[in-house]
């Protein structure tokens, strides 16, 4: 993943700001394969026309799990074992000053990071025992709940991965391109099929997509990674905004309910939301609308610059209209109808607390701190689905766990025990709001930690605000690079790790951005966050910089316009949000 130097600033101030734009005329070509040709134009590229990583699978059950690490080829190890869900993780000890001057064999220890494949977040008590168990016997207790319904195991050895995969597979789950140049986990809604009011189960469209294309060969080699979200629920869910595409439920006044088709959006250093392709995309035309977008990103997708090889700018020349068309002429071989576009939603999109199914049982929706779990607690919280006469859970692309199918005389125990494992299903707005990436404790792109001063920031925070009434969540993303996994520039309070200067002293921090977010209950439309040149905080004054924010904005807001703190984040004065 490269790191760009780029900062967005004035685009990234506007709402729905797009700063993504595609790489100026050169007389060099962009390895867009139907244009192009596909001859590849960088080292990237070259191995993975060699072998896309599907492959890398029997090398490593017959030669590196036998071998051990030192027995890895080094192609393999940087790329093709991400297609199997496997990352080098970080060598302890090796401070954020020196992440982008070393080479990544300096960086990387011999254990891996291995991310299970959740699509929908869809998951059996039966599948989280496993995971528990995995993590237990082969992670060092570690598991962490990511913002793509994923969850994410360290210290994994290569001696271990067979039969890992083994235990994994036989219960139905998955590593399989989990990450690399493919199609990434299918985000779905956490309460699909359960929710009163759903307007559609999108499970079978996500089931159909995974069964079709995870691991179908002509997929394989992307120009980057493909990221994919369906929702039914009209809480909007799945991030769809900021994946390179995304199916919301809508209701056509002909032809009943289907989807809103969205394509192009993205973070990391230069963020673009998707935009509305204006068509209607019926359950049955899912998949195969899907695969067009997906075949567009393989065939039109840029190439050559790894920085530029993302949907988003590919949109960005094109536009919409060429984008459809494309989609139609080349790839479906049929026009898709108008569409209208989803309503605002009513209600957040994170499933916290409790919420009534349609069947008159209860889901509970709670959250650990910025998604951090363990093994052995998971293994609990098995045990208390269970015994709570339920045998369903899913994971949200907000750090969170939604448990299904609790009888409304067992909801005050279970909400209970979750307590007694650190998931709150009646979490402080501050709690309920902060999420973080892996950090510089794992991840070799890191500059600074995370998981450690978000939690201890949260517990400040309630600590320090409990007197005062928030009127809404307040969103804290903390991230540890510039890379935006945790979705900085869509928070009300976001936070890029960089080395910052403090007193004269350069020392682990972030840079902040304020007022982004997506579409929610409220929030009419989605919109990046602004920055003020040179309002950095220290990694350890998280608590500090965020009480005295939120202070300002309880002082100053407008509140018979019931005005939300990214409203006032966008037109306070930059004296007030220092």
Known sequence: MTISDTEPRAAASRPGGATARPPRPSSKPNGQWKIDGTTPLNGNEEWKQVDNGLSVRERIENVYSKGGFASIDPTDLHGRFRVWGLYTQRKPGIDGGRTATLEPHELEDEYFMLRVRIDGGQLTTEQLRVIAGISTEFGRDTADLTDRQNI???????????????????VG???????GDVPRVVLGSPVAGIAADELIDPTPQIDEITARFIGDDSLANL??????????????DVVHEINDVAFVAVEHPELGVGYDLWVGGGLSTTPRLAERLGVFVSADRVADAWHGVAQIFRDYGYRRLRNKARLKFLLAEWGTEKFRQV???????????????????LAHGDHVGVHRQKDGRFYVGATPIVGRVSGPNLAKLADLIEAHGSSRLRTTPHQKVVILDIPEDRV???I??????????????IRRGTIACTGIEFCKLAIVETKAFATDAVLDLEKRLEQFELPHPISLHVNGCPNSCARIQTADIGLKGQLVTIDGEQVPGY??????GLVNADREEAGLGRTVRGLKVAADGIADYTERVVKRFLAERDADADETFAQWAHRADEE???
């Open 152 to 170: 994410q195991l360290h210290w994994i050895r290569v001696e271990d991965v067979p039969e890992i995969w083994r235990r994994l597979e036989a």
């Open 173 to 179: 789950l998955q590593t399989t391109e989990a990450c």
């Open 223 to 236: 120009p980057r990674k493909f990221k994919s979200a369906v929702t039914g629920h009209p809480s909007q």
């Open 327 to 345: 989609l139609q002429d080349e790839y479906l071989g049929y026009e898709l109808p108008d569409g209208p576009a989803a309503t605002k939603p």
């Open 412 to 414: 005050e125990s279970l």
């Open 416 to 429: 209970t025990g979750l307590d007694e494992l650190g998931l709150s299903a009646r979490p402080s707005l």
């Open 511 to 516: 840079q902040v951005h304020l007022g982004g």
């Open 576 to 578: 007030a949000l220092q």
